[in-house]
């Protein structure tokens, strides 16, 4: 197949607006001043500067606050001054707070205050997450330095393992930007994607000091890649060159405890790494015990860390109380009302027709009783001659001013729903965005029905009915009845996903919240509506069917069998590990589904029937739809 979508690339390309991605670094500093000093003009003296510097100042009795109030840089600069030492994690925890909530940063580098930055170290990791991959939901979620002690050599504190097990595919993709795959990296010099972090939160302040980076690195990459780069260096001016065995001193009671925290209280890990990992830290503890001269100092060390790491973690909220007020996890309630413009959000791949385009777009443009004010179409993928020619008269419309303004998004290959549609938000113009699929048909009444409830505040995403179709007649099959009611839905998504995300209007803004679409295969919605939910954002359903979806044929053979089994195992475990639903949970939503996959197909079909609806009720509504 000829790639016909280069074609559109190389005509809309310029026109697209120039997106520049905001790095904000983020120091953490206590009472070292001269370290410190070295740390900013290492930031501020390299090839790539970033767009903002927040310095988090942990309470430092020495000459620091003085100096930070004297600060005067090339660069915006926060600083943020402490009441009480928080430690480490502390202070991270409310750095990336300020980061990612006051400074909307795409990307952020964190480090200490014994970090010192070389002229490359952040050009360097930039360019290996850029050139990772052209599609952004497919680079890394952290990039880590190679860190060096004072007389060049690499530091062992902060040395990341290569990811045990990682697939010659990650191996290969890490190789090509001169990286190797990692499971997690140091807060010393770590470039940390923005959008990962605002899905999964923020460290755990608790933590205070050691291991903080490791669950909050490894909470990251869990299901993203990570890698580490010898091209970014950066140092780090430590006392010694050792490992967290070296003489730690008190630390040693924070490694116990919050390692056994990690174990026993995070999802961050699978059970076999969680061995793994267990079995080296053990082996560090014992080595610990055997080297020091204060045996009986560090025992009481170890005794405390197992006695407290048998409760658990206090949330950064309580922690923090009194010093700082973290902004994540937003807890949106309720949402500010709106103007009611809006964008269509539409994506098309090579399994798409041109005639099938045609109708979605105009029974979502044309044909609606309120029109989009913008069209986003994003282009995942090489396309067919038909489908880029349907795109261009759709574009040559907007230009006469037939249609509301048109953006063409183009993606140098197939990478999926989840990455089309977050590269399509990032150019949408408005905050509310609706979204179709270019093979379904939008009722008339579709956004005069939607657009005033969702800009009226209150809910992030507005679904509805819809009604199922083969696309050969206009006769329905069933309607998709939807529920409705934010609280009945927030339970009902423990089990299954209660909105169809073709019939969905969003608020972008609360989207991007949350870090966007993520690929979850066949469930990228359903992850979303979790996370959302997650943070107190409300959803609701219109009980009439707005959407006519085309169901294609064997349509309900893909429901059953292995394949499909192996969707659910995937979007299960990442609602598990994402603790969005218990252990017995879990267990108790594969019982069903294993059931259901294993059905026969007639059978399937007519208990999916049932649960969703009823063809009389379809074809009523349907016919006053049209």
Not at 283 to 301: C, D, I, P, S
Not at 384 to 400: F, G, P, V, Y
Not at 605 to 614: A, D, F, P, T
Request: hydrophobic share 40%; aromatic share 8%.
């Amino acid at each position: 197949m000829q790639n016909h979508s280069q074609v559109l690339v190389d005509s809309y390309a310029h026109e697209l607006p120039v997106l520049h991605d905001r790095v904000v670094a983020v120091v953490v500093t206590y009472n070292r001043l001269e370290l410190l000093k070295k740390t900013i003009s290492g930031i501020i003296e390299a090839q790539r500067v970033p767009d903002t510097v927040v310095i988090v100042n942990n309470a430092s009795t020495d000459e620091t606050a003085q100096y930070l109030a004297e600060l005067d840089l090339p660069v915006a600069v926060d600083i943020i001054n402490l009441s009480k030492n928080t430690g480490g994690a502390g202070g991270f925890t409310v750095g990336i707070d300020r980061a990612l909530t006051q400074h909307r940063a795409d990307l952020v580098w964190v480090m200490d205050d014994d970090t010192e930055p070389t002229d490359n170290t952040l050009a360097e990791s930039l360019a290996a997450w850029e050139n990772y991959s052209p599609v952004r939901l497919q680079r890394p979620a952290v990039v880590a330095s190679k860190v060096v002690w004072d007389d060049g050599t690499d530091h062992p504190m902060n040395t990341p393992r290569t990811m045990f097990a990682a697939g010659s595919k990650r191996h290969e993709r890490a190789q090509a930007v001169g990286a190797r795959p990692i499971r997690s990296g140091s807060f010393v010099s770590l470039l940390m994607d923005a959008t990962v972090m605002r899905q999964y939160g923020l460290p755990i302040a608790e933590f205070f000091i050691w291991n903080d980076d490791f669950e909050y690195s490894t909470r990251l990459i869990h299901h993203r890649d990570g890698i580490s780069t010898d091209q970014s260096v950066a140092w780090h001016h430590t006392k010694n060159a050792g490992n967290t065995n070296s003489d730690p001193g008190p630390r040693f009671y924070n490694d116990v405890r919050n390692k056994l925290w990690v174990f026993t209280r995070r999802r961050t890990l699978a059970s076999w790494e969680k061995v793994l990992y267990g079995g080296s830290t053990a082996r560090l503890w014992v080595t610990t015990l055997l080297n020091t001269a204060e045996k009986r100092t560090y025992v009481g060390y170890l005794l405390q860390g197992l006695k407290d790491a048998a409760r658990n973690f206090r949330d950064n909220t309580a922690f923090l109380q009194g010093v700082y007020e973290p902004q994540l996890p937003l807890t949106a309630h309720h949402l500010e009302p709106v103007e009611q413009k809006f964008s269509l959000l539409m994506s098309v791949y090579s399994g798409d027709t041109a005639h099938h385009l045609q109708q979605a777009l105009m029974s979502s443009i044309d044909e609606q009783t309120v029109r989009p004010d913008e069209l986003v179409l994003v282009v995942d993928g090489e396309i067919s001659r038909e489908l880029a020619e349907e795109i261009e008269r759709w574009k040559s419309r907007s230009t006469a001013g037939e249609i509301c303004p048109m953006t063409v998004v183009t993606l140098p290959y197939n990478a999926g729903l989840a990455a089309a549609l977050n590269e399509g938000l990032r150019y949408c113009s408005y905050d509310i965005v609706a979204r179709a699929d270019a093979d379904d048909i939008s009722l008339p009444a579709r956004f005069e029905q939607q657009i005033p409830v969702i800009a009226a505040g209150n809910l992030a995403v507005l679904g509805s009915a819809m009604v199922e179709f083969d696309g050969k007649s206009d006769a329905p099959e069933t309607s998709r009845e939807a529920l409705t009611g934010s609280e009945k839905l927030k339970k009902v998504l423990m089990t299954r996903n209660p909105i169809m995300h073709p019939t969905v209007v969003l608020r972008k803004s609360a989207v991007d919240a949350v870090g966007g679409y993520e690929h979850v295969t066949g469930a990228e919605d359903y992850w979303l509506w979790a996370r959302l939910t997650q943070r107190g954002y409300r959803m609701d359903n219109l009980t009439v069917p707005l959407v006519k979806y085309r169901v294609g044929e064997g349509a309900y053979q893909r429901r059953g069998g292995a394949q499909a089994l192996s969707k659910d195992i995937e979007i299960q475990h990442r609602l598990y590990t994402g603790e969005f639903i218990s252990a017995p949970q879990l267990v108790k939503n594969m019982v069903v589904r294993v059931g259901y996959r294993a059905m026969p197909v007639e059978l399937r079909k007519n208990l999916y029937r049932k649960l969703i609806g009823q063809n009389k009720n379809a074809v009523t509504v349907f016919r006053k739809g049209k």
